[in-house]
């Protein structure tokens, strides 16, 4: 029985993870982190905003990974391809003004091996060029960080995969998490999450609280807090009743 | 001292690794590898027979990397191009009729930090196709093995050359003790954390909110939410604003 949970928990962990390419302008780079996801045994690809897709390079710079482009989903918006996932780390080159969690590799991948237990969990990767904005980093649970030498960060975008699927690759073969994480309710997932802030934000308009602050920022603050705090369903929903109660007796 | 030590040491490290190719038969891949290098701090390359050398494609992939390049050296052996080095490890992706030493890759680069101190170790890569021969893999003193999926176990030659100079590079930098979490604002302590439940209780019991809700586990739970996020002052400070701002509007 161990062994058979173990084993369950591992291959959710492979199977649970979804790689999202965002605006990724050279289709050789999509190609190649379909082939490098292959050989860490990850199938799921995202593609958000491609600007060529599907494309003969990314075939032929996938080699023997064809079927993970074949089967790659296209979407419109990082929301979209993340809306399904209980958690979404973001890979961050440069340092935030506000800023979040920051993991490095290794960290990151344990914390999508404990997620992977409740469902979906996404690593997102930004553009060759700028990476991801700041709106999709505000979607994000956490920040990850390959330390590279920082006279020279910029890792190829395939290569920043590898390594990413690679930490993910032996946190799966150690599973080192024989102590199952219990919880009795669900995490909330991302939409459920973003609900919750844009309700807050509603909230705060409605009392004239953002006068007395700098408004974006404070948002931000909601944001990275919520995204982090690892709130689960039925905590969610406290905030959210008490937040309609609240509107209910001010009208 | 003590620091000082460890800081020479550190440095050997990445001074002391040489990466060495060996028939590299694409071009790209060369610029590749030393683009990978330098990410990771590496500098020293050396090419073993190389097909195509120098070449723009390799120069063109190298990016910001074409210093390696310039400086590489060039061999017409493996023998030669590790002549001087303390320790050799070479990369293997099938067993061998003999069995050798296979460490894996965080394994390597550990042996390579120790080895390091006395002088240069180099980390050897074989041909896109058929990897290292049996007589060069004889002159490693160790193998070492990319955990890979084996349903599809052959990696691009510079994927491999980055997991195994982020290995080396981690091994590096855990010698320094680095990584320090840095967060902008203090954590809430126990006594802010409590303020904060306390008010969001009085706050919910000025709404009514507990008559619509079992109130005793209500309350265990929000407790248990603000407990475990690790909210820091000025998230706490947020929330406790727009509590008190809401309080005064509904007065």
Redesign the interface.
């Known amino acids: 029985m161990h062994v058979d949970e173990k084993k369950i928990k591992s291959d959710n962990l492979l199977n649970s993870v979804k790689v999202v390419l965002v605006g990724t302008t050279h289709p050789g780079n999509i190609g190649?982190t379909a082939?490098?996801m292959?050989?860490?045994?990850i199938l799921d690809l995202a593609l958000v905003e491609p600007k060529e897709f599907p494309s003969d390079v990314a075939t032929f710079r996938s080699?023997?990974?064809k079927d993970i482009l074949e089967k790659a989903s296209v979407h419109r918006s990082l929301a979209e391809a993340i809306s399904e996932c209980e958690l979404v780390v973001g890979t961050s080159a440069r340092g935030r003004t506000?800023?979040w969690p920051?993991l490095?590799?290794?960290e990151a991948a344990e914390e999508m091996h404990k997620s992977s237990l409740n469902g979906k969990v996404a690593i997102v990767f930004g553009r060759e060029d700028r990476g991801l904005t700041n709106e999709e980093l505000g979607l994000c649970n956490f920040h990850v960080h390959?330390?590279?030498?920082p006279?020279?960060?910029?890792?190829?975008l395939?290569?920043a995969v590898?390594?990413l699927a690679?930490e993910i690759?032996?946190s799966y073969?150690q599973d080192r998490h024989v102590n199952k994480e219990y919880w009795d309710v669900e995490l909330a997932n991302n939409e459920q999450t973003e609900r919750l802030i844009n309700h807050?934000d509603e909230?705060?308009q409605e009392?004239?609280?953002y006068d007395?602050?700098n408004p974006r920022k404070?948002l931000v603050?909601?944001r990275?807090?919520f995204k982090?705090?690892?709130?689960?369903v039925?905590?969610a929903n406290?905030f959210r009743?008490?937040f309609a109660?609240?509107q209910k007796?001010?009208k």
Chains 1, 2 share one sequence.
């Open positions: 190649a082939r490098a292959k050989n860490m045994g080699k023997a990974a506000v800023p920051v490095n590799p290794r390959i330390p590279s030498d006279e020279y960060s910029s890792l190829n395939s290569q590898q390594i690679y690759r032996l073969l807050m909230l705060m009392v004239d609280f007395v602050e404070l603050r909601v990275r807090f982090r705090s690892k709130i689960d039925m905590e406290i009743g008490l109660t609240i007796k001010l």
